[in-house]
Each structure stands twice: as C-alpha cells, then as structure tokens.
C-alpha cells in the first residue's frame, strides 16, 4: 500500500537560512511525487512535482528512489515561506493523491 | 475563472442525519475527487468522478457518496453521520483521470455535533 510520511510536524528556521522538509513515501509502483503548500487562509496549491524539475519559489525537490524520499529544499528561506507543506504521491492507477501529515514552517524574521 | 467553488462553506449537523456537499470544478476540467481533512492531518482520498462514473474509490465506507453531473459538477453525500466524519472537506478538479495537476477548492468545514 502507498504511504506519505513527513516526520516533522512543526519545524522553525530563521529568514535567510536554508530549510529542509522531509517527505519519504512507499509504494511499489511508479509513483508521482509532488508538494502542496497552504498559506495562511488560502487554498492548497501545487509548489512542485517532481517530473517537471522546476524550481518554484526558490524551492526544489529531488526524488530519491534508492531512498524513497523527496525532500523539499530552498537555501534562503524567507518570511513568505512560513505555510503549511504537504508532500503528495500519485499512482500510476489515476491521479488521486495520498498526502502526508503535512509540515507547518515558520520563518522567523 | 473562479477556480473550483465548494458550497457551503461551513456546515454543522446532528450525528444521525444526512449532508450533502457540492462543488464546482475548475473551467475545462472533467474529473472530480474529494477528499475529508481532519483536524492535524493530510488530505484523504474519498473517491473521484469521470464521466458521471465513480472511477477510483478510498477507503471509506459506503456512507460516503457521490455523484457527478453532466455539467461536471459533483455532490458528496455522507448518510448517517458520526461525529467522527467532521472534517474539512475538500474537492479537487483535473483534467482528465490521469496523473496531473489538480486545483483544489476551499472546502467545506463540516461539523457533527
């Protein structure tokens, strides 16, 4: 079965410096791996995905299939960061997604 | 384009009663999934419309509905509601059912008392 883990659920960084969220997922598949971000009352909302290899908002993600992770990272995080990140895998079955728990950053000024 | 819309907003109803939730996709865009957000969790996936078919299904139990019109509208139904079943409940529309963008509605905060 799919599983989306992001173990950190708060995580706080100081403006300027580089942010790490981890997302590791499991699925025998081909999955798809993508983050969605929430900013303070708005609607969730792609950031990236990881087939496209875009950088979005200074964010970029590699997917790791040795390790089943797909980690989100920007070197200089900034105030505009601070949201709520989910990490998202799709099926090669349909376009549902399976979401993590979701990580809440803090950037602090 | 609006985007997609969700109706109502906020919700709250008797444990035992019936609810139903609508949402509008995106324009062009033909296929619908929902899905429940409890407090301090990710998204789940309920099931997802194409063609007025339910094409792929959580795992949820059959209490949890749906329907979608020709239009591409779609209605989520939830029968016999438990206080566990309030959520935030979120729709999101795509193009065609396979893997690609989804845009996201704003949700319907529904609560069971």
């Known amino acids: 079965a799919q599983r989306v883990t992001q173990p950190e659920k708060l995580l706080s960084v100081f403006k300027g410096a580089p942010v790490e969220l981890k997302c590791n997922y499991s699925?025998?598949?081909?999955?798809?791996l993508f983050w969605y971000v929430q900013y303070s009352r708005q609607r969730l909302q792609l950031l990236l995905r990881?087939?496209s290899r875009e950088s979005i908002k200074g964010f970029t993600a590699d997917l790791n299939k040795g390790e089943t992770s797909f980690h989100l990272k920007k070197p200089f995080a900034q105030e505009e960061d601070s949201a709520m990140y989910y990490c998202a895998l799709s099926t090669d079955t349909g376009n549902q997604f399976y979401f993590g728990t979701g990580t809440s950053l803090t950037v602090i000024p | 384009d609006a985007g997609v819309t969700q109706s109502p907003t906020h919700l709250i109803k008797t444990r035992g009663q019936q609810v139903t939730l609508r949402c509008s996709p995106k324009s062009g865009h033909d296929t619908v999934s929902w899905y429940q957000q409890a407090l301090g969790q990710g998204p789940q996936f309920i099931f997802q419309?194409?063609?007025?078919?339910?094409?792929q299904r959580g795992n949820f139990p059959d209490r949890f509905s749906g329907h979608q019109f020709p239009n591409y509208s779609s209605e989520l139904n939830v029968n016999a509601l438990l206080l566990g079943d309030s959520a935030l409940y979120l729709c999101?529309?795509?193009?065609?059912?396979?893997?690609?963008?989804?845009?996201f509605g704003q949700g319907t905060r529904l609560t069971v008392v």
């Open positions: 999101a529309s795509s193009l065609a059912w396979v893997t690609t963008e989804a845009f």
């Open positions: 699925y025998s598949g081909s999955p798809e």
């Open positions: 419309y194409y063609e007025e078919e339910e094409r």
């Open positions: 990881h087939i």
